[in-house]
């Protein structure tokens, strides 16, 4: 039986990944706490790799958050990340891991880039300063793993989502990503009483939003993909794999979405001071598209979800 280590099992999309992974009905998977293993110390992921040698390895790990917390912990950002994949990825070969799974982001794109963002646009521009840190962290990872590849010959593979939002997301006031700051923000408007909710930012800007459990389904359907497929849509040095839905919306819409969602009546109001980021971040899902996939959970409906995980698990979501 494959026996799967997953990095990252905590997070939103480590969680989705086991969650579909046990539902296939696979039973040999590997999982640490970070308490348990720290993926930053060369030597204990060295010793745990050794020790497991799993088949295959999916690296959901991360430092992950939003403008706020990348534009304050720059520092951590990068080195965190780099860390966590220099280290899995090269331990995972030494211990004769041949099949690994990479997951990055969106924001490995330049800022001035045109849309939708297709793979090739990789390395053609300047990044968005605002998250440049966790971006470049991103791109040595796909980078690590085609040079793996092609001077070892294993079979690494890099899927780049779009934002993400699900059960599982952080809703911390300060760390989190737009969408789960949004839902956060207008339940606690309602629950107050609120006449007002302001949003960061212009509200012009357009974000693609995916679905957590879609991104798992795309993961392990790229992961088990036969290598004739994945190499007829790839290039060994631009082997990344883009996922998404191929439509955005503008941060107030979707404001106003989940104002709906939430039952907030009140005003919404944007606040141009604060900073917008890149104006524009969509997807060009082509080439998963061509090798037989795509997204299918909707965007109101994904929301009406994740509220209700919200809904059930604030306590937990508020760390």
């Known amino acids: 039986m494959t026996k799967y280590y997953i990095a990252g099992h905590r997070g939103m999309v480590g969680g989705a990944i086991v969650r579909q992974l046990e539902a296939a009905g696979e039973t040999n998977i590997v999982m640490r706490t970070h308490a348990e293993l720290d993926l930053t110390d060369q030597l204990a992921v060295r010793d745990f790799m050794q020790l497991e040698r799993p088949d295959v390895v999916i690296l959901a790990a991360a430092k992950v958050g939003g403008i706020y917390a ?12 780099l860390m966590i994949e220099c280290n899995v990825i090269h331990q995972a070969f030494e211990a004769g891991v041949t099949k690994l799974l990479q ?40 980078k690590l793993c085609e040079s793996y590849n092609r001077q070892h010959g294993v079979d690494y593979r890099s899927v ?4 993400l939002y699900g059960p599982g997301d952080n809703f911390h006031p300060d760390n989190s990503h737009v969408m789960p700051a949004l839902i956060r923000r207008f339940h606690e408007a ?24 879609d991104m798992a389904a795309a993961s392990l359907f790229v992961l088990n993909l036969s290598k004739d497929i994945y190499d007829e849509h790839s290039k060994p040095m631009l082997s ?12 107030l819409e979707l404001a106003q979405l989940v104002a709906k969602i939430t039952g907030y009546s009140g005003k919404i109001s944007t606040d141009p001071s604060k900073p917008d980021g890149t104006m524009r971040k969509l997807m060009d899902v082509g080439r998963l598209d061509k090798m037989g996939w795509r997204a299918s959970i909707d965007l109101e409906q994904g929301l009406i979800d994740t509220y209700e995980w919200y809904l059930g698990n604030m306590q937990s979501a508020r760390t």
């Open 160 to 163: 780049m989502p779009t934002n």
């Open 190 to 213: 309602v629950r107050d009483g609120l006449s007002e909710v302001v949003i960061w930012g212009s509200g012009a800007p357009r974000r693609e939003f995916l679905h957590v459990d």
């Open 103 to 142: 997951l990055g982001s969106s924001c490995i794109y330049p800022k001035a880039v045109p849309q939708p963002m297709r793979e090739d646009a990789l390395l053609t521009g300047i990044l968005e300063p605002t998250n440049e840190p966790y971006a470049i962290a991103k791109i040595a990872g796909i």
């Open 240 to 251: 990344h794999i883009n996922v998404g839905t191929g439509t955005d919306v503008s941060i």
């Open 70 to 81: 990348n534009n304050n912990y720059p520092a951590q950002f990068i080195y965190e990340n």
